[in-house]
């Protein structure tokens, strides 16, 4: 299978997650040789997961995870696996008084995040989910989890740029529609509101990546489902670009999805929270509430919109934006 994906041009990726379920030959080899978390009583700490309650491996003992690492590795060179999305780091899965790392410590709960983000340096393919203090580092990080509604898709605009200051640059803006699986549970196609996943592919084209949750083709009809092949082909031509950007920011730590404040300073624009500079050439302004109209805030000097018009800027102006319409600018 792996082969035949390679053969069609896909990278082909694991989700991997530091749990170990307890009880299995595997279980008792880590426990014997000390490269579980433990508790207070010496014993493996048991944690508590969305997928039940296991052992975790301890990352901050080299031996763990050099273990850890060779176990991947192996895979990568029996399967031809390119790289791992690197799951389950959250800190909150680890926030307990009571775990002792090595050298019999009490961990805290951002040190475990942080030693699984470290591990992911050794695979050039890499994802993650949750971070603490891995600013400016080789990974791909994708938001947290949003729920499958407008307020969650108006929060990933300020949530991506607020990852790029914080040194994640080349980020995910969650799962197009929302990462949170639990809000699709018990929903048939005839519930799903099919303009909200269209305009949440739309914010997610001209970010720096864009990643599907729900599979299009099983909830939209032929007319939304044509509006998200589009997005996806829009990310695509963007492409070069978008991996400019990404040299470039990581050359000088600057963002990529940057606010109109920091691309135009002391100008008003701090509290803009529906567009986006991609880089230093391109402003966004999707919809990201349900309609076909909004305002636009246009910064200083000339622009290009994505019906070809050249406008003036330093004004706000208000435009029509049709279901199958990203507004994006080029600064000329």
């Not at 207070?40 to 690492?69: E, L, M």
Request: aromatic content about 12%.
């Amino acid at each position: 299978m792996v082969k035949r994906l390679h053969q069609m041009g896909f990278k082909v990726m694991l989700w991997v997650c530091p749990f170990v379920s307890a009880d299995s030959p595997e279980y008792r080899d880590l426990a014997e040789k000390g490269f579980l978390l433990a508790d207070t009583t010496s014993q493996p700490a048991i944690i508590k997961w969305w997928n039940g309650q296991s052992a975790v491996y301890d990352f901050t003992n080299p031996d763990a995870r050099n273990h850890f690492i060779g176990l991947l590795r192996g895979v990568q060179q029996r399967y031809g696996i390119d790289g791992f999305k690197f799951d389950g780091g959250d800190n909150h899965f680890y926030h307990r008084t009571d775990l002792v790392s090595h050298g019999g410590r009490n961990i805290v709960s951002v040190d475990h995040t942080r030693a699984w983000a470290e591990l992911g340096l050794a695979f050039p393919f890499n994802e993650y989910r949750a971070g603490w203090q891995m600013g400016g580092k080789e990974l791909v990080q994708r938001l947290g989890d949003k729920d499958y509604s407008w307020q969650a898709v108006r929060l990933l605009i300020p949530d991506m740029i607020a990852a790029g200051l914080l040194g994640y640059a080349y980020a995910c803006p969650d799962m197009i529609g929302g990462g949170s699986f639990a809000t699709f549970l018990g929903i048939d196609a005839s519930q799903f509101d099919q303009q909200l996943i269209v305009r949440s592919a739309q914010v997610h084209a001209l970010m720096p990546m864009m990643q599907f949750s729900v599979a299009p083709w099983r909830i939209l009809d032929a007319q939304h489902l044509q509006a998200v092949k589009a997005m996806a082909k829009l990310h695509a031509a963007f492409g070069h670009y978008i991996l400019q950007c990404a040299r470039q920011s990581a050359t000088t730590g600057e963002p990529i999805v940057q606010s109109l404040e920091y691309a135009y300073p002391n100008r008003g624009y701090a509290e803009i929270t529906d567009q986006w500079m991609l880089g230093a050439r391109y402003m966004v302004a999707p919809m990201v509430t349900a309609g076909t109209s909004r305002s636009v805030v246009l910064p200083p000097g000339k622009w290009k919109d994505d019906r070809g018009r050249v406008l003036k800027g330093g004004r706000t102006i208000t435009i029509d934006v049709p279901l199958n319409r990203l507004p994006y600018y080029e600064k000329l």
